[in-house]
């Protein structure tokens, strides 16, 4: 990567200053909102509010322009109307500012001539200098060392994912959804119109980081798009890259169009050199979502044969249908594992094929752990996979349910394969897939799902080793 590039970067995710430009006294304000975000995560560089009107904003002195600044930022996060941005760009670089991020909307993506010559202007006011800029048109970034934040509310979480995103809202949904997960992040860019910056240099820009082991990204346009590919080809089997890209349709692309600007490329070509380069192509949040629980959870494996254990049989069969719907096998259980399953589970209302449904041997504490253990030394079986239900009354198949939760926590840590579990959603299952997902185990709404995501993980694994 250039390394005048990857230090503007640098500054830009970890900036050791950063001054707001549009703070006022009124909470809802979007650069107020910026200050509490970067308070919230504790920012714990110089962090300077930029209002001629205001001697304080939120305990911190507020200074009247970016000249009478203590020091030179690195970073300046403006949230002004759109007319006041080219000139304070101008400021930016003429200061030796090395990174800003435009918060304000109302350029080329409005469809408006005036909104076009605004960002034209923006564009002319960066050339020459040592200024990067995200956006505009965005919520900035997330950056979990750097400590600085998209919105109020969001902490450090020390994970190892990165997001790219041409929508704020999505980058946003997509944190708080992967704290629900398990699935914690150490960048999120929210890029916005991509004036200067573009996806192909935030995906390099991860793609190099040690910090971050997959990338999530949703693209309406994919700028730079030949270098987009080369990185995604550099990534492949190393690091999973998952794009929900959007616009493929007319519908789509006109949507997108009126959000950030984009023009969408010729939706086959588009996917096929998606494929090709390895990436993971999702049709929306919830795939996209899925697949990384799995990508970011689950141990390395080439295999896969999928064991099922399930307490209501009808349940297992439909995902034995999934299974084989997303080209993975159900697998073969051996006359050994047959064996020691039929030692201690009952002989009427169960299977001890695969599907293995325990019946009403599941109500016996230690049952569902045995026989996660004993298919997991089964070595035709590659991955592990527990079907629940909502239950019929909350007194009932409730305590079933949070017992198999637990045997399932307790068996983790002596598994050597992956495990998953679905999960119907329900509210008295919700609690108990919050604690699959924190112990690392994802847990799906659907058969479907599931195999979706285990879909993405095999073949991933096989890239990884060369296959």
């Keep these: 990567m250039d390394e005048r590039l990857k230090e503007s970067l640098d500054r830009i995710f970890h900036p050791s200053s950063a001054a707001i430009v549009g703070v006022s006294e009124r909470m809802d304000n979007p650069g107020t909102l910026f200050l509490r ?99 505009p048109n965005c919520m900035g970034v997330y950056s979990s060392r ?26 946003s949904i997509a944190y708080v959804t992967g704290l629900e997960r398990g699935l914690l992040f150490d960048k999120i860019v929210s890029s916005g119109n991509e004036l200067d910056l573009n996806c192909a240099d935030y995906l390099e820009y991860m793609s190099e980081d040690p910090r971050i082991s997959l990338v999530l990204a949703y693209l309406e346009e994919i700028r730079d798009a030949r270098r987009f590919l080369r990185v995604a080809c550099e990534m492949r089997g190393r690091k999973p890259l998952i794009v929900l ?92 594992t047959r064996s020691e399953l039929a030692s201690f589970l009952p002989s009427e209302g169960t299977s001890f094929a695969n599907p293995v449904d325990l019946g009403f041997g599941a109500v016996v504490a230690g049952n569902y752990r045995k026989t996660l253990e004993i298919l997991d030394r089964d070595p035709d079986v590659d991955i592990l996979m527990t079907v629940g239900s909502a239950p019929a009354s909350r007194d009932g198949d409730i305590g079933l349910i949070a017992a198999i939760t637990q045997e399932m926590l307790e068996a983790r840590d002596s598994l050597s394969k992956p495990l998953v579990s679905v999960l119907f959603p329900s509210a008295f299952t919700a609690p108990h897939a919050a604690k699959l997902h924190a112990a690392g185990i994802p847990a799906y709404l659907t058969p479907t799902s599931a195999c979706f995501a285990l879909r993405a993980y095999h073949d991933f694994q096989l890239l990884s080793r060369g296959c």
């Design 245 to 336: 890209k959007t616009g493929l349709t007319a519908s789509g692309k006109r949507a997108a169009s009126s959000h950030t600007a984009a023009l969408g490329g010729d939706a086959e070509i588009l996917v096929g050199a998606a494929r090709q380069a390895g990436m993971i192509m999702v049709r929306d949040l919830a795939q996209m979502l899925d697949c990384a629980a799995a990508l970011y959870h689950l141990p390395a494996c080439t295999g896969k044969r999928v064991a099922i254990v399930s307490a209501p049989g009808g349940l297992a069969v439909n995902c034995a249908d999934a299974v084989e719907w997303y080209g993975l096998e159900l697998a073969p259980l051996g006359e050994e």
């Design 146 to 171: 750097g400590r600085i934040a998209l919105f109020a509310g969001m902490f450090p979480t020390e994970g190892s994912a990165g997001m790219i995103s041409q929508s704020g809202s999505l980058s």
């Design 37 to 135: 975000a970067y308070g919230d995560m504790g920012f714990q560089g110089g962090l300077y509010p930029v209002n001629p009107r205001h001697g304080e904003i939120l305990g911190r002195r507020c200074y009247p322009d970016l000249a009478s600044l203590p020091e030179i930022p690195d970073l300046v996060i403006l949230a002004v109307p759109p007319a006041s941005v080219p000139p304070l760009v101008r400021e930016c670089a003429a200061l030796g500012v090395r990174g800003c991020i435009v918060n304000t909307a109302g350029f080329s993506e409005t469809g408006r001539e005036e909104g076009k010559v605004l960002e034209e202007e923006i564009r002319r006011a960066i050339q020459g200098s040592a200024l990067r800029l995200v956006g």
